[in-house]
Structures are given as C-alpha cells and as structure tokens.
C-alpha cells in the first residue's frame, strides 16, 4: 500500500519538525516528507489540512486481560480501542489469568496480536510468579520471546530483597522494571486516598506513604544494583520529589502520570460512591494533581499512560468497597491532553509527542518513531479542533467505566498507520 499524506502539521521533536509537510509511505516505510510531493503511482492521496501528523503513539500502560479476563477485554477489542484513541502500540501488562510470567503466555499474547491485533502489542512479564513476590518469574524465557519490560503491576512487591533479586538477576536483560509502588501493609483495605475525603464518605483511607515508601524503597534498589526503573501511574507531590532527586543524581529513574490522577481528584468522589472513579492507586488532593501539572510541563515527568483498566459493567455496579479498582482510559487520553494541556497552552504539541510517543518507546527499548524517510511508518493523526462528547456508547472498548462520561473533548485521532498500513481511517476503525 501507498499514501500520500498531503498537508499536514507535521510535529516530530527528535527529527526537529515543526510545520507543514507532506509525508509519502510505501509498504511499511516512510519514503519522504517534504513539501509539495508528489504521488508515486498507486498511492492514495489524503489530504490533511488542519490535521496534526504526528509519531505513532504509545501506551506504555495497558491491561487487556487476556489471556484469562476476555469478558472485559481482549486482545481484539483492547487493540481496536487503542486504534481508535490514536496509538500505534501498547505495553500490556502481565495480570492476565494465568498470569503473564513465563515464555509461552508471551508468546501467545504476540501471536494473538499479530493475528486480531490493530496496534503493536509489547507485552510486559512479571517479576514474580503469579505476582506473588516469593519467587522470580522466567525473566530470560520471557524475553527470549519478546517481553519488553518487567512489573508486577497491580500489586508491589512487599520484601525488599526480593525486589533487589529480581533487580540483580534480570538486569542482565537490559530491560526497565517498572514498579507498582504499594506497601500492603500501609494501604491495607483503602478505598480512596486518606484524609478529609475518606473521612466525610466513611471510607478506609489509602495513604500517600503507602505508594512514597516503595517509590523511595526502589530508588534505593535501582541505586544499589544499577537497574533501570520506571516509577509506574505515579500520584503524590512527594512521590515526584523523589524521582526528581533521583534524577538530580544521575539514577535511570523515570515515572509516568496517568488522566485520571491529573485531571481528577479526590474531591470528585462524591456522596453518590462513583465506583467507576475507584482507582488503584486512588485520585489524590488538588495539590497533588497540581503538582503532576508541574511535572509534566517541567519535564519530570517523563510519559503519559492510561492505565487503561476494563471491568465489566456488573462489576462495577456494586458498592464502592466491593467494585474493583481501575479506569478505561485509552480512548480518552489523547484527547483529555488535547484539551486540558495542549489547547489551555500548558504543554506544546512537541512537549505531548515526547510524552506519549518517544519516551514511552525509549524506556520500553522498543523502535523509535520518526517521522523522517526510511523510519518504520507508525503514524498518529489528530485533528486539534474536532469536538465530541465521552459516552458510554461510543468505546470500541468492552469496557465502559471511564472517569471521564459526559466529557466534552476538543481534538480526536483521525488517523492512524502502523507499520504503513492504515489501522483508522476518518476515525473509523480499519
Ligand atoms: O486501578 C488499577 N487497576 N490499578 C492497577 O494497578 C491494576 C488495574 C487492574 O488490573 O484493574
Ligand atoms: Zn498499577
């Protein structure tokens, strides 16, 4: 297949692109990208005036629960979700039933992908088996077949010598560990953050320091063994001090923000017990919502994931104790930026390519995108000024528990390709 991408804002910070441009694909590569171009025989000619071209989009932060969970998601529904937010590849993480900590689950979420997927899967393993955290996952037979990452997502790892085991053996995979950062012991039952709001709504309380002891914990770890670290859905002020100091120090320390924790808090959990806004860990104060802003625009926060959790609907109309934790997320998130960041001029569009494209593919060691001639061809495109309303009606999802129904959103994928070959066209899944 051949296209013609004609008129397009093209926004590329590694490549230094920032205007209009045309950008001709030809099977999997980028040809060219310059300006009046013209068609090589057989191409599609699009025409992308107002449109944003942008490299293809990462989530490094996905469960698509399967194997094991496909009654609220699957690697068919979970990829065209991900299609439809704009992203061309996700890193799904390993709480899948049976878990996600040996070679042959790998290879079955990779060879799934390739059969019903509409993104790049990049599956991650688990450090421990069955995330228990007593023993060490097959790290080397995970990566033999194509684990990108290891984490226990969902769950922390509570003994700290088991967190330096899985650091000192898997480090020489050269992979990140990204870290859940939960100390059971602390957090215990809590539903929400703790504080005013846990109080008023009777609530057990989930305290800032049980997610700061372990963020703190890890760093000391990744210290001692030289591991590369990845702060995962990071919440609290504190908690971002710490990465920034370990930053200071020259650690290979990275963190992610997720929507939900910048654009929500607790304040939002009101007298009627949303249970689509019980997260894991939960929505935080204002000020720590603030200060996630400031990160995000400062540059200590390295990428933006959506944690992007689907739950059937029985599951989530229980009461607030009983419902499980997590949000959907994936079909929001390029939008929620659009609108809260990059229309309110809090971060550019090249400040938003960082954070969703080229930091999420730098920490996870997987191919860069570029839009430059001879790149694999993973391509995002967003129309700025398209407006639309977050229904539940609208997911490509099984999943409907987002945070965010009754959004009105300002800027939508319109587009996008992987490896040159066209995923959403028009905003209509292909
Ligand atoms: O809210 C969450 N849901 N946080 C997690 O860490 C896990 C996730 C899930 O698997 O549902
Ligand atoms: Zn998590």
């Not at 799934?112 to 997927?117: K, N």
């Not at 194509?146 to 050269?174: E, K, L, N, S």
């Not at 971060?347 to 390519?353: N, T």
Request: proline share 4%.
């Amino acid at each position: 297949m051949a296209f013609l991408l004609k008129n397009a804002h093209v926004v590329d910070p590694v490549a230094g692109l920032d205007g209009v441009l045309d950008v001709a694909l030809e099977g999997e590569k980028i040809t060219a990208v310059g300006e009046g171009l013209e068609a090589p025989a057989d191409a599609e000619v699009v025409d992308l005036t107002g449109k944003y071209l942008v490299p293809g989009l990462v989530d490094m932060h996905v469960h698509l629960r399967d194997p094991g969970q496909e009654y609220k998601e699957d690697i068919k529904s979970g990829t065209r979700a991900a299609a439809k937010g704009g992203f061309t590849g996700v890193c799904s993480m390993p709480n899948t039933d049976p878990c996600t900590d040996n070679g042959i689950v790998v290879q079955y979420i990779k060879t799934r992908a390739a059969e019903v997927g509409h993104c790049r899967v990049y599956p991650s393993g688990a450090c421990t088996r069955g995330l228990k955290g007593e023993a060490l996952a097959e790290m080397g037979d995970m990566v033999a077949r194509g684990a990108v990452a290891f984490t226990d997502d969902g769950r922390g790892i509570q003994d700290a010598g088991m967190m330096r085991r899985v650091m000192d053996y898997g480090i020489m995979f050269g992979k990140v560990f990204m870290s859940h950062c939960q100390d059971a012991g602390l957090v215990g039952e809590g539903q929400v953050n703790e504080g005013v709001v846990s109080t008023r709504l009777g609530m057990l309380g989930w305290p800032a320091e049980g997610e700061e002891l372990q963020i703190q914990r890890d760093i000391a770890l990744a210290r001692l063994t030289g591991a590369k670290l990845h702060i995962q859905h990071i919440t609290t002020k504190r908690g971002l001090d710490m990465v920034r100091a370990a930053k200071a120090e020259g650690l290979p320390v990275t963190c992610e923000v997720t929507p939900h924790h910048l654009f929500l808090t607790e304040d939002d959990i009101d007298a009627t017990y949303p249970t689509a806004l019980k997260v894991n860990p939960p929505l935080r104060t204002a000020e720590d919502a603030a200060a996630l802003l400031e990160g995000v625009i400062d540059g200590s926060v390295d990428a933006i994931v959506t944690d992007h959790a689907p739950h059937a609907e029985w599951e989530k109309a229980r009461e607030f104790a009983f419902a499980p934790f997590g949000m959907t997320g994936i079909e929001t998130s390029l939008g929620l930026v659009l609108t809260n960041l990059v229309e309110t001029g809090k971060i550019s569009v090249a400040r938003m390519v960082e954070l969703m494209s080229v930091a999420p593919r730098r920490i996870l060691g997987v191919e860069a995108a570029s839009i430059t001639a001879g790149a694999t061809a993973d391509i995002t495109v967003f129309d700025p000024a398209q407006e639309w309303d977050v229904t539940e009606d609208g997911f490509e999802s099984k999943a409907k528990n987002s945070g965010f129904i009754g959004a009105h959103l300002t800027g939508r994928a319109t587009d996008v390709f992987v490896g040159g070959e066209p995923t959403l066209r028009n905003g209509a899944i292909c």
